[in-house]
């Protein structure tokens, strides 16, 4: 039998808030809404980036879609149209999530390319999005004071982008060269975190391109230009990659002196490929059952934690109905599918508070354990299995170290059978427990030690 041990008497870390969403609780021009399930997940960030789909619907977010003319007076509020995000942020609030202001554009499939060229004033665009940040966060033009932490600039301008020119076909958030945008981003930069100090500032929400990643970071450096979060993406169907690439970002940035600046993984999902047989963690089981893709998730949470280099993530997306969605049902809309319990289990995960030490023999688990206040302590437990020709279960004993005994118990299983399902574990005598993980389950232990 295979042990799982929670080592409760070592402090570790904070919990770290990792299940963050890419989109609101509300889509379809406000007629498809989620609050209640984000509410109840606790649901810390959402990241505000292809809001309503392609080109933001046309009114939502995009620094185009907010300022429209461009030939006008940024500084005039009457040149702003913030209708249609307001709406969007009030939402976000009443469901306790915290809005990640993506400052840029959704991707533009369209020939032209005319929402993702480089602005032709990189200094002039800097200005209106001080304009949108004083806007939510001071009260500009009949604004808001939203204390909205966290403003990104831009999102994968890499794709289709050499260091000189693009790729027509490829470019589709970002029609330029390489040196344009690092131009945008250190302007950008540099007169948003002069105009608001206490703000968090970042990008650049790269694909993929380490090389790229890092090039940037040191120019920044040589520019002495601060940085106060890096954002980046990645879609894979190995939750030990994503650790693998934290660490990586983790010492690019601790290398060019930025080792207060945050790493966010901006966007994440299962995704096999983005060709012909392209799978998401919502249709990898043909949509019926997605337990898989829901252990995925369940992994990659306790594989983030445990290596401790990523400060926030957001998955991609939460958006209804959509392709990557792995939350929520699209037909009926908005209900609860099993990739929806990860998010809320580490809602409760960081309630507990503290990560404390949790050892497993099994190659294809990831466990990680928290404690919180009077004894009370959690364990998550996920076996994901990207080979679908494994079938057996596994039986596996949990206790804690020391053969401190449990007083109370209960658990909560996800498998390809049972949703979200609780129920009581008989302890044994020297205060561990069994049970049985089939392939592409996750488990929640919520427990509490005996006086």
């Known amino acids: 039998m295979d042990q799982l041990t929670v080592k409760r008497s070592s402090a570790g870390r904070p919990i770290r808030p990792l299940n963050g969403v890419n989109g609101g609780p509300v889509t379809h021009n406000f007629r498809i809404d989620a609050t209640r ?47 249609f995000t307001d709406e969007y942020l009030k939402r976000i609030r009443a469901c306790g999530a915290e809005a ?51 403003w990104e600039i831009w999102n994968e301008p890499d794709i289709g982008t050499s260091k000189s020119s693009y790729d027509p076909a490829r470019a589709a958030f970002w029609y330029g060269s390489r040196d344009q945008f690092k131009e945008l981003f250190k302007v950008s930069l540099k007169h948003l975190k002069a105009r608001f100090p ?32 890096a954002s980046w993406h990645h879609y894979s169907t190995s939750p030990r990659r994503y650790a693998d690439l934290a660490r990586n970002k983790r010492n690019i940035l601790d290398r060019y002196g930025y080792t207060k600046a945050e790493s966010v993984l901006g966007e994440w999902n299962y995704v096999k490929d983005f060709g012909k047989n392209m799978e998401y963690s919502l249709v990898v089981e043909k949509g019926a059952q997605n337990h898989k893709g829901a252990a995925f998730i369940a992994a990659v949470f306790c594989a983030l934690q445990n290596d401790g280099t990523v400060d926030i993530s957001l998955f991609y997306d939460a958006r209804l109905p959509s392709g990557m969605n792995n939350l929520f049902s699209a037909v009926p809309a908005g209900l609860p599918m099993r990739g929806y319990y990860p998010f809320a289990i580490w809602r409760d995960m960081r309630r507990l508070g503290t990560q404390v030490g949790c050892v497993s023999t099994l190659g294809d688990v990831y466990a990680c354990a928290a404690k919180g206040q ?50 009581n574990l008989p302890v044994n005598g020297d205060g561990s427990v069994e049970f049985t993980m089939r392939p592409n389950s996750f488990f929640f232990f919520d427990g509490c030690m005996a006086e």
Not at 140 to 150: D, E, H, L, S, V
Not at 200 to 224: C, M, Q, T, V, Y
């Open 374 to 423: 009077g004894g009370r302590w959690g364990a998550f437990v996920a076996r994901y299995n990207e080979d679908n020709n494994v079938t057996a279960g596994v039986k596996v004993s949990l206790s804690l170290a020391g053969g401190v005994p449990v007083k109370e118990l209960r658990c909560h299983q996800t498998d390809e059978i049972l949703i979200h399902t609780a129920r």
């Open 198 to 229: 206490h703000l968090k500032f970042g990008g650049p929400a790269l694909a993929g391109s380490n090389a790229w990643f890092e090039e940037i970071i040191r120019d920044l450096a040589a520019a002495g230009i601060p940085l106060d979060f």
């Open 100 to 150: 990640f202001y993506r400052l840029g554009e959704t991707i533009d499939h369209g020939y032209l390319k005319a929402h993702v060229r480089p602005p032709e004033d990189a200094a002039k665009w800097a200005r209106i999005c001080a304009n949108i940040v004083r806007h939510y966060n001071e009260g500009w033009a009949n604004g808001f004071r939203y204390g909205i932490k966290y």
């Open 37 to 83: 399930l984000f509410a109840e997940a606790n649901i810390p960030y959402c990241r505000l980036h292809d809001i309503e789909g392609t080109l933001g619907g046309g009114k939502f977010v995009d620094v185009r879609n907010v300022f429209p003319l461009w030939d006008l007076d940024e500084n005039d509020p009457a040149s702003y149209d913030f209708t």
